[in-house]
Nanobody, 120 residues
């Protein structure tokens, strides 16, 4: 009984910025980590950024220095600030969370995705 809902995707020109948001809801006891993945057409899904409950972050090499992940634990929300966007950032972006549910089961949950398109 955990749902993740992403928002904030859209169309932006190269060099522009977008901010993605993801809200987790449902039978949540705690969230160990949240992250963002992306999948471009014909490509494998890849990790973009992740953040633990202690705010330890990890980024893909391709986005280091351009993207920033953050979270508001009290709101079960994670953000991805994307700056200096490039056409190669175009993809469907998915929110992921490792969740301890109210019945104390640890699970891996995914949102439905939000589209990001960067034009040249």
């Amino acid at each position: 009984q955990v749902q993740l809902v992403e928002s904030g995707g859209g169309l932006v020109q190269a060099g522009g910025s977008l901010r993605l948001s993801c809200v987790a809801s449902g039978s949540i006891f705690s969230i160990n980590a949240m992250g963002w993945y992306r999948q471009a057409p014909g490509k494998q899904r890849e990790l973009v950024a992740q953040i633990t409950s202690g705010s330890i972050t990890n980024y893909a090499d391709s986005v280091k220095g351009r993207f920033t992940i953050s979270r508001e634990n009290a709101k079960n929300t994670v953000y991805l600030q994307m700056n200096s966007l490039k056409p190669e950032d175009t993809a469907d972006y998915y929110c992921n969370a490792v969740v301890r549910t109210a019945i104390l089961r640890l699970g891996d949950y995914w949102g439905q995705g939000t589209q990001v398109t960067v034009s040249s």
